[in-house]
């Protein structure tokens, strides 16, 4: 998948591409010229074709088009969520798609990378979806520390000032809607 950090490979590469192009013009005229015909040599042609499908697979984007709200709630489901906290996130992923549109919504799903969406950063609608979801919370929470082998605290380093309470939300909310996407990206 292309993404920003291959930036060095592209062109490291690219360059290589058009050296290894070049010296196969030049090797195919000097054996044109010393054996009066273009003398294949099938080794560098196989490294070639397989360089070059292995390019396109590390430049080739992603498909999203599996990034539906309906895969999305299905994926939820899938995960043991309840459809009470369901429909809490349906809610705002759904203005989200309403109001960026399919395509920008799809490319904002799919670049979560464990991170929290603005929608759920403010700390009293966290602790009000924890007072109303407790028990599902609390649940979660402990299939991520089974998962990641890392305490819920450790996990939320970086929302530390904040409540316990909306510290666990937030938790939640971003890994599995992570999750999800990682899950439908192609």
């Known amino acids: 998948m292309f993404n920003k950090y291959n930036t060095f490979w592209l062109c490291l590469f690219g360059l290589m591409s058009i050296l290894y192009v070049s010296s196969f013009i030049y090797s195919g005229i000097k054996a044109w010229r010393d054996m009066g015909a273009i003398h294949f040599n099938w080794l560098y042609l196989i490294l070639g074709f397989i360089f070059c499908y292995w390019f396109i697979q590390l430049t080739k984007k992603p498909s999203l088009l599996n990034i539906t709200l309906q895969n999305i709630e299905r994926k939820m489901v899938e995960m043991g969520l309840t459809n009470a906290f369901i429909e809490e996130l349906r809610h705002v992923l759904n ?9 920008a919504f799809r490319e904002w799903f799919a670049g979560l990378n464990y991170q929290l969406p603005e929608e759920f950063k403010d700390e009293k609608a966290a602790i009000k979806l924890y007072e109303e979801h407790t028990e ?8 991520l520390e089974q998962e990641t082998k890392l305490t819920w605290g450790e996990q939320t380093v970086d929302l530390i000032g904040m409540n316990e309470k909306s510290r666990k939300v937030q938790l939640v909310i971003r890994h599995r809607l992570s999750d999800i996407a990682l899950d439908l990206v192609d």
């Not at 203005?95 to 395509?103: A, D, F, I, V």
């Not at 599902?136 to 299939?143: A, C, D, N, R, T």
Request: glycine share 6%; charged share 35%.
């Open 95 to 103: 203005s989200r798609l309403n109001t960026y549109g399919e395509s």
């Open 136 to 143: 599902l919370i609390e649940k979660q929470v402990k299939k």
